[in-house]
């Protein structure tokens, strides 16, 4: 086994390396918090870097279940007008639709498939195009796009390289919705624990003015925020800024209950 | 391991204890609340994970006040690793070890897995608590050291002071006394200790 390092032999290794390199990219923005835009966009111009295509773009489903562009390999018109056009037809629709690959090796100006797509792609300078599904288990959330200037397909190991891609771009997607969920929970979390905290701060108060127990106090704070309308935490609040007043409270509670 | 436990965060302070599987992790995550220094305090804010395997001779002496009284309780070796999903940071696991000595790559593995496994628990649990409300499955068990906020609102008002500036008050005669916040904080509420030296049986006052 000679484990020296092979000599660079020009391209299998070159593409090798970079392929390694865009996943760890990739991976690495996953870690923290990062834009989802962002590394979609890193992704397309890494397809062109690495796959034997021309350009490349990823198109999303949103809530009312429509094809949009969310990043391209370049923003020219002409690119970006192609996806555009893929709300009605083209690689993208299809593949999304059936969930499964989509190769036209050959685009035609009387194309029956796409009669829409197909000129307005030729007239861009593309001559084949594919897309592959962004699927995790069962659902498809979009489609990777891929355009090459010449005819034909893609080689088996650009395929298996751009469905890897398309599968990290969907964990990351799907990575970023869990963080934006996790990040609500954790507001409401933080606002449940310094709530309480400011509760328990305007007990002591209360209970310190008017020589009660942190029973009594409570019941006295509680009493006042829903004899007036308030939240309970609001009340805490003035009771610890020194905008409400124990006397007050306790007048308030005095009068309902007598 | 000896023990394990742990700590909630908010608002970049340590509010108070998840859980702990014995009386030196509850004593460590203590501390952390008391202090406001350790290693569950600043796996938070760094984000990662912060080893300590030598406690009682560090490499890089840290956490003054935290040290002495938590090698005192027997800690020889600490870790704090951080509660976190992506950018989002709730808190720490700490563990600790009654002999010094580092970690395996296997235990920190499984400390990274637990960690995560904890986050996960805890966003599942909040997830489901009404607006504004602590999960029940969280709060019962936990200890968020209410009694230490309960007598800063009455340190306040015996001062005239903000319940901040009270908080500090308390940590400063607990550290001058070289008692526990809570101790000290539960003398106040059973109004055993006063601060304004008006009439207590104590007199903190220096």
Redesign the interface.
């Known amino acids: 086994m000679n484990l020296q390092p092979k000599p660079a032999r020009g391209e299998p290794m070159l593409r090798e390396q970079s392929i390694v390199r865009t996943f760890v990219e990739l991976t690495d923005t996953l ?4 834009d989802v835009v962002e590394l979609l966009t890193v992704l397309a111009v890494r397809c062109v870097d690495v796959l034997d295509v021309a350009a490349a773009g990823l198109m999303l489903v949103n809530a009312e279940g429509e094809l949009q562009v969310v990043a391209s390999s370049s923003e020219t018109m002409r690119l970006l007008e192609l996806f555009e056009l893929q709300a009605e037809e083209g690689p993208c629709t299809e593949c999304f639709v059936t969930g499964g690959p989509v190769v036209h090796p050959r685009l035609t100006e009387s194309d029956l498939r796409w009669p829409r797509f197909s000129p307005r792609a030729l007239d861009a300078g593309f001559h084949s195009v594919q897309a592959l599904p962004m699927r995790l288990r069962g659902q498809t959330i979009g489609a990777l796009n891929l355009f090459r200037a010449g005819d034909g397909s893609l080689t088996e190991a650009d395929m298996i390289t751009a469905q890897a891609f398309a599968d990290v771009a969907t964990i990351a997607i799907l ?2 919705r ?2 934006s ?3 609500a ?2 507001d ?10 400011v509760i ?10 008017d020589g009660l127990d ?1 029973e009594q106090s409570f019941r006295r704070l509680r009493a006042y925020a829903r004899s007036h309308n308030l ?1 309970l ?1 609001d009340v805490a609040c003035s009771v ?1 800024d020194g905008s409400l007043g124990t006397p007050s409270l306790d007048a308030k509670v005095t009068r309902r209950e007598a | 391991m000896n023990g394990a436990g742990i700590m ?1 965060m ?2 970049d302070i340590p ?2 204890s998840l859980c702990t599987t014995d009386k030196v992790s509850a004593f460590i995550e203590e501390s952390q609340f008391a202090l406001g220094e350790g290693p569950c305090v600043d796996a938070y804010h760094l984000d990662r994970p912060v080893l300590e395997p030598d406690l009682a001779n560090p490499s890089t002496p840290r956490w003054l006040a935290f040290t002495g009284p938590v090698l005192d309780a027997g800690v020889r070796a600490i870790f704090g690793f951080p509660l976190h ?6 808190g720490a696991l700490n563990l600790y070890r009654d002999e010094p000595g580092g970690l395996t790559d296997q235990q920190h593995a499984d400390a990274l897995g637990m960690a995560d496994i904890a986050t996960r628990a ?2 599942v649990m ?2 489901n ?1 009404p ?4 999960a029940v499955e ?1 709060a019962s068990g936990a200890d ?1 050291e ?1 009694v230490v ?10 001062l005239g002071v ?2 901040g500036q009270a908080l500090i008050r308390l940590r400063g005669y607990a550290f001058g006394n070289a008692r526990s916040l809570r101790a000290v904080a539960e003398d106040v ?1 059973a109004r055993r200790v006063r601060f304004d030296g008006v009439s207590g049986e104590q007199d903190p006052q220096p």
């Open positions: 870690v923290d918090d990062f990575q970023h869990a963080v969920e996790a990040q929970v954790n409401q979390l933080n606002h449940a624990l310094n709530s309480r905290v328990e701060q305007a007990k002591g108060m209360v209970a310190e003015r942190m939240r935490v610890i | 909630l908010a608002g509010q108070g999903m992506g950018g989002v940071r709730l805890v966003l909040q997830s608590a607006l504004g409300h602590i969280l968020f209410y906020h309960q007598a800063s609102g009455m340190v306040a008002a015996q903000s319940v509420v």
